[in-house]
């Protein structure tokens, strides 16, 4: 069978895995004043402080455009020294100096963004493999020390996910796909390249982009990295169903951009399981790699020898929507790839393979599970976050020659919900595979302040949706949560409910009385379970008809049989 249609995945043989390929289409428009600001509180004697920024330029895709309107920096004190330049990649730079700072340095970077992602029917006729690269695209070919597209692991799977292509669209979603199915987000991940990315299947998004650039540079197709920041207003997109929400962090954030002979150079991102990117992105720098992309954010500084200490750092984006339209829609396609992926519509064609869902674990009775042995500890969830580290204070400092130091953008964002608001319910799908005997179950969670207490109800599923009450924890006054300026386990206790459950699905749901402001950390993506298994819906709607595109952190714990 052949179909008109882009970006699913290719199989040699039929496997039995839930698809979860998204055609989507429609547009978002959006006008947004931006301002980031920085406050450097120098330490010690210091010699001299540094900042530099990227002035954000206007870019045309064919799905993507942004325009740059009424850029200015307020700077107090005004710098000792300032100039601008414009590098070989065709970043605007600004660089400033302050000579023996001796009161904190702050700097207001303000512009208007005219944004939009327009995701009607693209066409490309660009062949695989590629003809001719001009000479001035080169440098997005190449290798380099983040992104390993000589290391022959690398080159050998680039060359088994593009055998056969005839088009370039053809072999990008290939890779893409291979991407999103064989990564998973973490943060903070130990490196950042793309060899670490390939052995662990773990990273951020500079892993997520570095993979994908040296998979593709293998193939032949020049893949360049492109720095920005991503907003956090969220978006909602029609299904057949009900709707499904996306959100990211608010904060600083890689993708990639990809030379097409008939398109030129138009933008993906993987870690966001996107083959666009929405109109919360605005882009910033470019380069070859996350190494390159360093002048957006940078503070460098020299101190007196024997000065010990360093500068206080603080950060924050702020951006006001005074304009945003969204008409999107979606539909789930029966093939695909195991993990969410959203496409355009793109004219070309492909095979299409179909894939099996997978059967519901097994039932076992009531019965059977009171005569079970529980002995075995057992802890199951999404568990990896960064636990423990303060947002505002995340960056590390690198020591240079001559006794100067560098503070780099971090990609650090904290990917939280606010759960306590007074309309809104959510709720959290996990899936056991064996039979439990339920201690407690846990939610990486931070307090901001109210009063009140918290519970969590656990509810069998109906449908793909929570279901009945099975089992309410033991209430929490909020005054016994830590107020850390970081995210933690908040633990809710279930033992008296004394439960053995059964493999299957079941949904976690927060409630809560009086007025508690805690934020429930979530992870890009599904790393755990399945992609509808984030859900909310009015306090008075009788339907979870709302799904979200992340997943919340959490733990189930308790003992299972041998």
Request: charged residues 20%.
């Amino acid at each position: 069978m052949k179909r008109f249609i882009f970006g699913v995945l290719f199989l040699i043989i039929p496997i039995s895995l839930q698809s979860e390929n998204y055609l989507i289409n429609g547009g978002q428009n959006s006008r947004i004043n931006y301002v980031l600001t920085q406050r450097v509180e120098p330490a010690g004697d210091t010699k001299y402080l540094k900042l530099s920024f990227v002035v954000p330029q206007s870019f045309d895709s064919p799905t993507y455009k942004q325009r740059i309107e009424n850029y200015r920096l307020d700077l107090k004190p005004q710098p000792s020294e300032q100039n601008k330049k414009t590098d070989k990649r065709g970043n605007h730079i600004v660089n400033l100096e302050w000579k023996n700072p001796s009161q904190p340095v702050d700097v207001a970077m303000h512009f208007t963004a005219t944004t939009s992602t327009d995701l009607k029917p693209l066409k490309s006729i660009a062949p695989y493999p590629l003809t001719r690269v001009p000479g001035e695209y080169a440098d997005y070919l190449k290798p380099t020390g983040q992104i390993q597209s000589d290391n022959r692991e690398i080159q050998s799977r680039a060359e088994s996910l593009v055998r056969g292509v005839k088009t370039e669209f053809d072999a990008v979603q290939r890779i893409l796909t291979w991407v999103v199915d064989n990564m998973r987000y973490v943060t903070p991940p130990k490196q950042y390249d793309a060899l670490y990315s390939f052995n662990s299947g773990k990273g951020n998004c500079q892993n997520y982009s570095h993979l994908s650039a040296a998979l593709m540079r293998h193939a032949g197709i020049p893949v360049r990295i492109v720095n920005g920041v991503t907003l956090k207003e969220p978006y909602t997109i029609k299904t057949p169903d009900g709707e499904f929400t996306f959100k990211m962090g608010q904060g600083r954030h890689s993708w990639i951009e990809v030379w097409f002979s008939d398109l030129g150079w138009v933008p993906f991102d993987p870690q966001q399981t996107e083959l666009f990117v929405s109109n919360r992105f605005v882009r910033l720098e470019i380069g070859v790699d996350n190494n390159e992309c360093v002048n957006d954010g940078t503070v460098k500084w020299r101190q007196a020898r024997g000065v010990s200490g360093r500068p206080t750092f603080r950060e924050a984006i702020e951006a006001d929507f005074t304009a945003d339209q969204v008409r999107l829609s979606m539909e789930k396609q029966n093939y695909g790839p195991k993990n969410m992926l959203l496409v355009p519509h793109v004219q070309a064609a492909f095979q299409e393979v179909i894939v099996k869902t997978p059967p519901p674990p097994k039932k076992v009775s009531q019965d059977r599970l009171d005569q079970m042995l529980y002995i075995k500890p057992f802890l199951f969830g999404n568990l990896d976050f960064p636990k423990g580290v303060n947002f505002f204070e995340a960056r590390t400092a690198s020591r240079g020659q001559e006794n100067e130091y560098m503070l780099k953008k971090n990609f650090m964002v904290e990917t939280a919900e606010f759960v306590t608001e007074k309309n809104i319910q959510y709720a959290q799908i996990f899936v056991l595979k064996k039979p439990l005997k339920l201690a407690k179950i846990g939610l990486a969670m931070k307090k901001f302040g109210g009063s009140g207490q918290i519970w969590i109800e656990l509810m069998n599923d109906v449908n793909g949706m929570p279901g009945n009450i099975i089992a309410t924890s033991d209430f929490m006054d909020l005054s016994m949560i830590s107020s850390k300026q970081s995210y933690d386990w908040v633990d809710f206790n279930l033992q008296s409910s004394n439960l053995r459950l059964s493999p299957g699905r079941y949904w976690i749901r927060l409630g809560f009385t009086g007025g508690p402001i805690l934020n429930w950390f979530y992870t890009y993506g599904k790393p755990v379970g399945p992609v509808e298994g984030t859900r909310y819906k009015g306090v008075f709607d009788n339907r979870w008809s709302g799904a979200m595109s992340y997943e919340f952190n959490y733990r189930v714990a308790g003992y299972t049989v041998e």
